[in-house]
């Protein structure tokens, strides 16, 4: 008997949830959590792309130390614990399933986001690049390496940080570990030098990721939980003197914990340009790991649909088209065409405004399609 053909609009068993659709809306920061609170706006904004199979929100502080960008929202306080519940409310309303990403910056930070504290790290080697900070562009600095006592209390954070994602109401979290934020910095050696337990070999290096992945798992339940990796990804100057080896270890090991889903990017065009990276991704790492696979980067439906008709993924995730088209599975649905992204748009540059390039992209239905 031939299996029927599985695409974009397949349902399928994720962890916990069977969902709609194989179309996940990708982690995206949008800067509008003025004040590193969740505002109404953003619950309508995520509402909108409630027919995505899975939302994943963007990158979230789990601490007042953890942030990289102003307006980027927190679940450390109160505060935000309840402002998040407007948006999960908002998604549940929709019949949506939505997922916080957990996140700490570490060295991607500057003293001017913290207070005047200094970043923190694995390891005292200045990311490469600059931020906008409150007052302008910034040149990011040498960060504090962590004391090896002081990496049980960020474990914890992240802990606490699931717990209030829980009391919010999500679905379930993911955990940021890609694009050379803490847990990348840890895990690759090029941002980590340590020589404790937390450094040096490989399994020293993936420790601070799986004792992560443990906490957060037993606040969940494993089926609730997911974690995004971009092996290939440049971001900051983040690099790895052995990738293959490194991400294959890390990969491995995320089978013992039966998570919802690995989330896995592609390198961008950039970071092809950076240097000579693994690519595809997917291919590569595919076969390393027995559970769902989400695959992310530059897909549109047709290569999206060639990825799962081929068993290589078992989802994919959009971004930039989630961005501009709230609606994406009702069109790719009707083959309809898309909204373009207004760039400009893509990040609030004042507390002004914020809707622009944000909840007015319009439905097909609105516009007479
Ligand atoms: C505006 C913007 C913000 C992003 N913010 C995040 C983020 O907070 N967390 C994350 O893991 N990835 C983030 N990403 C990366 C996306 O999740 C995704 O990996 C990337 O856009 C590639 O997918 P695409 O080609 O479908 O857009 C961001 C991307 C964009 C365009």
Known sequence: MMNAKIDLLTPIQMGAFTLPNRMVMAPMTRLRAVGSIPTPLMADYYAQRASAGLVITECTMISSLSNGYVNCPGIYSPEQVTAWQQVTDAVHREGGKIFLQLWHSGRVSHPSLLNGKLPIAPSAIAAIGTLHGPTGKVTLDKPRALETDEIPQIIEQFRQGAKNAMQAGFDGVELHGAFGYLIDQFLQDGSNQRTDQYGGSIQNRARFLLEIVEAVCQVWGNDRVGIKLSPSNTFYGIHDSNPLTTFSYAIEQLNQFKLAYVHLMEPSEDDLKTRDV????????????????????????????????????????????????????????????????????????????????????????????
Not at 303 to 318: I, Y
Not at 319 to 325: D, E, R, S
């Open 278 to 369: 693994i690519n595809p991704v997917i291919s590569t790492f595919r076969p390393l790991y027995s559970g769902l696979i989400i695959t992310n980067g530059g897909y549109d439906k047709s290569k999206g649909n060639r990825m799962l008709e081929t068993g290589k993924a078992d989802l994919v995730s959009f971004g930039k088209l989630f961005i501009a088209n709230p609606d994406l599975p009702e069109r790719f649905t009707l083959n309809s065409p898309l909204n373009d992204l207004n760039f400009a748009t893509i990040y609030s540059k004042s507390d002004q405004n914020l809707e622009q390039g944000y909840t007015d992209y319009p439905f097909l239905k609105l516009q007479g399609n």
